[in-house]
C-alpha cells in the first residue's frame, strides 16, 4: 500500500466496528484502501501535496452501509417511470390508487398493462375505517376497464388485479391456484382479483418483461440512489429463471446479465453479491437441480464488484397474508403453509429439505425465505441434515426474514455458524397490522433481533428494496426503538438492541454473509475504503432523529462517489 494518503478525513468521529467497536477522530485513504485509523496528528502525518483534506467538524464516519438483502434492479423497475409508486404516504387510499390508475390509463394505450406495486392495506383509509373492506377489481375496473392492471402490495406476496388482467390470465370462477398459491373468491365463488404468493405469476407471467438495456439503466439508476444512501455494497436476493414472474420479472435470467454486462464494462459501481433462484415459489429439488445448470458469472468479472454466492429458496409466505406456517393458528383462523411442492404438510417439508440438500451438495451458500416459526423450524433442522449428509465447513447458511423464529431454532443456527437476516423497517411499518393477525404477544416477538443476537447469531438487517425504502437509518432507529410507524406505539420492547448492535447487522455482519469480512465492513487498515459520511454525531442523536440525519458523503474504492451540497469541502 502507498505510504502518502489520497484523502483524508479528519476531526470526526470515527466509528470502525471493529471487534472492540473502536472509536478514532481519523482515517487516511490511499489506493482504494484504508490506510491508517487515529489520532488527527497520527493521520494528517499521512498527508503529501496532492492530498484531499476534508475537516469532518464533528461528523460521523462509518464503513459503507451494507444492504445485504435488497432488489437492486426490481427496486428501480417498480418505481416511476417504470411503474405506479403506491407506497404510504404516496397513497393513502384505496380512492388514491384508483386515481394513480386512472391517470395512468389515460396516458397508455389502450391494451397495454398498468403496473405498480407497494400498496398497504394497513394505510388504506377504507380498510382502516372497515375491518372488512379490501382492495377488489371492482376498484380497478371502474377507472381502467380497458387496461390490464396489476398492483403488487409492499411485501411482493400479494398482488391486486382488474378484471381485465384476470380474463388474460384465464382465471374464472372454479380456477385451481398453482402449488402454494391462493386464489381469493368471494362468497359467490368469483375472484376478488386477489392473488397471493404463487399465484400471482398467472398474471405477474404476462406482463412484458423489461430488456437489458432498460434493466441496466435502471441498475445504475439504483446505485446512483443507493450511493446518496450511503451503501456501497448489497446483496441481490434471487436472481435466475425463478424469478421470471417476481416483481415484473426484475429477479430473473436477464437481470443477471445485465450485471454482467455492466461489471464487464467498468459500470457497476456498487459491490453486489447474488443468490441465485432457481426454482419458483411452489417449486422442487428437481427445479433447483434443473435451474442451476449454467446459472453463474462469468470467471472473467472483478468478483469485487460482482459474485454469485449463494442460492434462494422460498419455504413459505409473509404472516400479514396469513401464508406463513405457523405453529400456532392466526386469530382469524388457519396455520398457513410451505410454498414448494407436494399434496400435503409432510410431502412439503420433505420437499423442503431436499431442495435445500440439493444446493448446499452443489457447494452454495443458501438463504432461504421463511416466517413462520414452523417453517423456520423446518429450514434450520434442514440446513443441519444437509450438512450431515454432505460436510461443509463454513457454509453460512442462513434465514431469511426469519419473523417468528423460535429460541429453539436460533440456538440451532447459532451453534451451526448460520444466521439470521432480519427487516427491522418492515417490523416499523406492520406493527400495529400484526397485531390484529397473530396477537399482541407474538406480534411483540416478531423479528426477535435481541433474542438472536444473544443466542450468538451475527444478525444482518437489510431493506428487501421495494418492499421497504433502502434507508438503513430507519431501520437501526427501529431496532433501537421497537415503535410502530402508523401510532407510535413500541411493540416488543425486550427485542430492543444498541446502536452498535444495529450498525454492525448492516456492516461487519453483512459483510461475513458475504464471506468478505476479512476485506470489507469495518474501517480498519488494509481493507478497502468504502465510507459513508453522516452529516452529524451519530452516537449524539436521539434514536428518534437518526432517519433526519444527512448523508454527506460516500466512498467507494477511496474514491468520492456521492457528495451532498457542498460536503466534500
Same mark, same amino acid.
Given at each position: 500500500?502507498?505510504?502518502?494518503?489520497?484523502?483524508?478525513?479528519?476531526? @470526526?468521529?470515527?466509528?470502525?466496528?471493529?471487534?472492540?467497536?473502536?472509536? =478514532?477522530?481519523?482515517?487516511?485513504? /490511499?489506493?482504494?484502501?484504508?490506510?491508517?485509523?487515529?489520532?488527527?496528528?497520527?493521520?494528517?502525518?499521512?498527508?503529501?501535496?496532492?492530498?484531499?483534506?476534508?475537516?469532518?467538524?464533528?461528523?460521523?464516519?462509518?464503513?459503507?452501509?451494507?444492504?445485504?438483502?435488497?432488489?437492486?434492479?426490481?427496486?428501480?423497475?417498480?418505481?416511476?417511470?417504470?411503474?405506479?409508486?403506491?407506497? #404510504?404516504?404516496?397513497?393513502?387510499?384505496?380512492?388514491?390508487?384508483?386515481?394513480?390508475?386512472?391517470?395512468?390509463?389515460?396516458?397508455?394505450?389502450?391494451?397495454?398493462?398498468?403496473? @405498480?406495486?407497494?400498496?398497504?392495506?394497513?394505510?388504506?383509509?377504507?380498510?382502516?375505517? $372497515?375491518?372488512?373492506?379490501?382492495?377488489?377489481?371492482?376498484?380497478?375496473?371502474?377507472?381502467?376497464? $380497458?387496461?390490464?392492471?396489476?398492483?403488487?402490495?409492499?411485501?411482493?406476496?400479494?398482488?391486486?388485479?382488474?378484471?381485465?388482467?384476470?380474463?388474460?390470465? @384465464?382465471?374464472?370462477?372454479?380456477?385451481?391456484?398453482?402449488?402454494?398459491?391462493?386464489?381469493?373468491?368471494? =362468497?359467490?365463488?368469483?375472484?376478488?382479483?386477489?392473488?397471493?404468493?404463487?399465484?400471482?405469476?398467472?398474471?405477474?407471467?404476462?406482463?412484458?418483461?423489461?430488456? *437489458?438495456?432498460?434493466?441496466?439503466?435502471?441498475?445504475?439508476?439504483?446505485?446512483?440512489?443507493?450511493?446518496?444512501?450511503?451503501?456501497?455494497? &448489497?446483496?441481490?436476493?434471487?436472481? /435466475?429463471?425463478?424469478?421470471?414472474?417476481?416483481?415484473?420479472?426484475?429477479?430473473?435470467?436477464?437481470?443477471?446479465?445485465?450485471?454482467?454486462?455492466?461489471?464487464?464494462?467498468?459500470?457497476?459501481?456498487?459491490?453486489?453479491?447474488?443468490?441465485?433462484?432457481?426454482?419458483?415459489?411452489?417449486?422442487?429439488?428437481?427445479?433447483?437441480?434443473?435451474?442451476?445448470?449454467?446459472?453463474? *458469472?462469468? %470467471?472473467?468479472?472483478?468478483?469485487?464488484?460482482?459474485?454469485?454466492?449463494?442460492?434462494?429458496?422460498?419455504?413459505?409466505?409473509?404472516?400479514?397474508?396469513?401464508?406463513?406456517? +405457523?405453529?400456532?393458528?392466526?386469530?382469524?383462523?388457519?396455520?398457513?403453509?410451505?410454498?414448494?411442492?407436494?399434496?400435503?404438510?409432510?410431502?412439503?417439508?420433505?420437499?423442503?429439505?431436499?431442495?435445500?440438500? *440439493?444446493?448446499?451438495?452443489? /457447494? &452454495?451458500?443458501?438463504?432461504?425465505?421463511?416466517?413462520?416459526?414452523?417453517?423456520?423450524?423446518?429450514?434450520? $433442522? =434442514?440446513?443441519?441434515?444437509?450438512?450431515?449428509? #454432505?460436510?461443509?465447513?463454513?457454509?453460512?447458511? &442462513?434465514?431469511?426474514?426469519?419473523?417468528?423464529?423460535?429460541?429453539?431454532?436460533?440456538?440451532?443456527?447459532?451453534?451451526?455458524?448460520? @444466521? *439470521?437476516?432480519?427487516?427491522?423497517?418492515?417490523?416499523?411499518?406492520?406493527?400495529?397490522?400484526?397485531?390484529?393477525?397473530?396477537?399482541?404477544?407474538?406480534?411483540? &416477538?416478531?423479528?426477535?433481533?435481541?433474542?438472536?443476537?444473544?443466542?450468538?447469531?451475527?444478525?444482518?438487517?437489510?431493506?428487501? =428494496?421495494?418492499?421497504?425504502?433502502? %434507508?438503513?437509518?430507519?431501520?437501526?432507529?427501529?431496532? +433501537?426503538?421497537?415503535?410502530?410507524?402508523?401510532?407510535?406505539?413500541?411493540?416488543?420492547?425486550?427485542?430492543?438492541?444498541?446502536?452498535?448492535?444495529?450498525?454492525?447487522?448492516?456492516?461487519?455482519?453483512?459483510?461475513?454473509?458475504?464471506?468478505?469480512?476479512?476485506?470489507?465492513?469495518?474501517?480498519?487498515?488494509?481493507?478497502?475504503?468504502?465510507?459513508?459520511?453522516?452529516?452529524?454525531?451519530?452516537?449524539?442523536?436521539?434514536?428518534?432523529?437518526?432517519?433526519?440525519?444527512?448523508?454527506?458523503?460516500?466512498?467507494?474504492?477511496?474514491?468520492?462517489?456521492?457528495?451532498?451540497?457542498?460536503?466534500?469541502?
Amino acid at each position: 500500500m502507498p505510504t502518502t494518503a489520497d484523502l483524508i478525513l479528519t476531526g @470526526g468521529d470515527v466509528l470502525t466496528i471493529d471487534d472492540a467497536f473502536s472509536v =478514532a477522530r481519523a482515517v487516511a485513504v /490511499g489506493g482504494g484502501r484504508i490506510l491508517a485509523v487515529g489520532s488527527d496528528a497520527e493521520i494528517s502525518a499521512l498527508a503529501g501535496p496532492d492530498t484531499r483534506v476534508i475537516d469532518l467538524a464533528g461528523r460521523t464516519v462509518l464503513p459503507g452501509i451494507n444492504d445485504s438483502h435488497l432488489h437492486g434492479a426490481a427496486w428501480a423497475l417498480t418505481r416511476p417511470p417504470f411503474a405506479l409508486s403506491l407506497g #404510504h404516504p404516496d397513497v393513502r387510499s384505496i380512492a388514491d390508487i384508483a386515481g394513480a390508475v386512472r391517470r395512468a390509463a389515460a396516458t397508455t394505450p389502450a391494451g397495454q398493462w398498468i403496473t @405498480g406495486l407497494g400498496w398497504d392495506v394497513g394505510y388504506l383509509a377504507e380498510c382502516r375505517a $372497515d375491518g372488512s373492506r379490501r382492495p377488489g377489481r371492482g376498484d380497478l375496473d371502474s377507472v381502467a376497464p $380497458d387496461h390490464p392492471v396489476c398492483l403488487t402490495d409492499f411485501s411482493g406476496h400479494m398482488a391486486w388485479v382488474n378484471s381485465r388482467a384476470l380474463e388474460r390470465a @384465464g382465471i374464472t370462477r372454479g380456477s385451481e391456484p398453482p402449488a402454494g398459491g391462493v386464489i381469493e373468491t368471494d =362468497a359467490a365463488g368469483e375472484p376478488t382479483g386477489i392473488l397471493k404468493e404463487a399465484a400471482q405469476a398467472l398474471v405477474q407471467g404476462l406482463v412484458p418483461p423489461a430488456t *437489458v438495456a432498460q434493466r441496466k439503466a435502471a441498475i445504475r439508476a439504483a446505485v446512483a440512489a443507493l450511493h446518496a444512501e450511503g451503501i456501497t455494497s &448489497y446483496t441481490e436476493p434471487g436472481l /435466475g429463471p425463478g424469478g421470471a414472474e417476481i416483481l415484473g420479472g426484475g429477479l430473473d435470467t436477464g437481470t443477471l446479465q445485465a450485471y454482467v454486462e455492466l461489471a464487464r464494462a467498468g459500470q457497476l459501481a456498487s459491490r453486489v453479491r447474488v443468490l441465485l433462484l432457481p426454482a419458483p415459489m411452489g417449486g422442487s429439488a428437481s427445479d433447483v437441480a434443473d435451474g442451476l445448470r449454467g446459472l453463474a *458469472v462469468p %470467471d472473467d468479472v472483478d468478483p469485487a464488484r460482482l459474485a454469485v454466492i449463494g442460492v434462494k429458496v422460498f419455504a413459505d409466505g409473509v404472516p400479514p397474508n396469513e401464508t406463513a406456517w +405457523m405453529r400456532e393458528p392466526y386469530t382469524g383462523g388457519g396455520h398457513g403453509g410451505l410454498c414448494v411442492h407436494g399434496a400435503d404438510a409432510g410431502l412439503k417439508e420433505a420437499e423442503l429439505a431436499e431442495m435445500i440438500r *440439493v444446493a448446499h451438495a452443489a /457447494g &452454495y451458500q443458501l438463504g432461504v425465505h421463511v416466517t413462520g416459526d414452523r417453517a423456520i423450524d423446518a429450514v434450520a $433442522d =434442514a440446513f443441519v441434515a444437509a450438512d450431515r449428509a #454432505h460436510p461443509r465447513p463454513d457454509a453460512r447458511h &442462513y434465514v431469511i426474514h426469519g419473523d417468528f423464529a423460535s429460541p429453539e431454532s436460533l440456538e440451532k443456527l447459532a451453534a451451526h455458524g448460520y @444466521g *439470521v437476516n432480519m427487516n427491522p423497517a418492515i417490523k416499523w411499518t406492520i406493527a400495529d397490522l400484526m397485531d390484529d393477525v397473530v396477537g399482541g404477544e407474538r406480534s411483540d &416477538y416478531q423479528w426477535p433481533v435481541r433474542s438472536a443476537t444473544e443466542a450468538g447469531i451475527a444478525v444482518c438487517a437489510s431493506s428487501d =428494496a421495494p418492499i421497504t425504502a433502502p %434507508d438503513w437509518r430507519r431501520g437501526v432507529a427501529a431496532m +433501537m426503538l421497537r415503535e410502530s410507524k402508523a401510532t407510535g406505539r413500541v411493540s416488543g420492547p425486550g427485542q430492543r438492541v444498541p446502536l452498535e448492535t444495529a450498525l454492525r447487522a448492516y456492516t461487519v455482519n453483512a459483510a461475513r454473509q458475504d464471506f468478505a469480512e476479512s476485506w470489507k465492513g469495518t474501517v480498519e487498515p488494509g481493507k478497502v475504503a468504502d465510507l459513508c459520511v453522516l452529516g452529524g454525531d451519530l452516537r449524539a442523536t436521539d434514536p428518534h432523529d437518526i432517519p433526519g440525519l444527512d448523508i454527506d458523503l460516500t466512498v467507494l474504492d477511496g474514491r468520492i462517489v456521492f457528495a451532498r451540497d457542498n460536503a466534500s469541502e
